[in-house]
């Protein structure tokens, strides 16, 4: 498995809202578990630092799932600010969640219903910290 790469920015910000939605509890346990666990497990690095081609809070990202060539593109967000008609996928569904940190080209394993698939990063078509956009 790759090791997953975050601003801090994006680090601290995340933490703060897995323990905001703890308190409220809008998050799972196991949800906020996991993306805890990725969290720690990354290597931390300032915005001007991050390569553009990882996927940042804010990046709007194309994927595909191998197990069907479904396509997909959406925005890794907030969870204040999701809104599916407009694309934008908070941080705690399961899919940014296994996206965040990870670059183009890479393969990621997803446990869907129907078993075991990958997801692999296309492209990431905008992301904050490439277009110079730090206080997103």
């Known amino acids: 498995m790759k090791q997953v790469i975050i601003t801090k920015q994006d680090y601290n910000r995340i933490n703060r809202s897995i323990t905001e939605a703890k308190a409220r509890n809008s998050i799972k346990k196991e949800e906020a578990e996991k993306l805890l666990s990725e969290l720690k497990s990354a290597k931390i690095v300032d915005q001007e630092n991050i390569d ?21 593109e959406f925005q890794l967000v907030y ?31 997803w446990l869907i219903p129907s078993g075991m698939t990958k997801i ?7 992301q904050p910290e490439a277009a110079g956009d730090f206080d997103l």
């Open 52 to 72: 553009k081609d990882v996927v940042t809070m804010n990046s709007i990202v194309k994927i595909h799932f191998q197990n069907n060539k479904t396509n997909m």
């Open 120 to 126: 692999v990063i296309d492209e990431v078509l905008y």
């Open 79 to 109: 969870p204040a600010d999701a809104d599916l008609k407009q694309k934008k996928i908070s941080i705690f569904s399961a899919v940014a969640s296994a996206l965040i940190g990870y670059r183009v080209g890479d393969e990621i394993d």
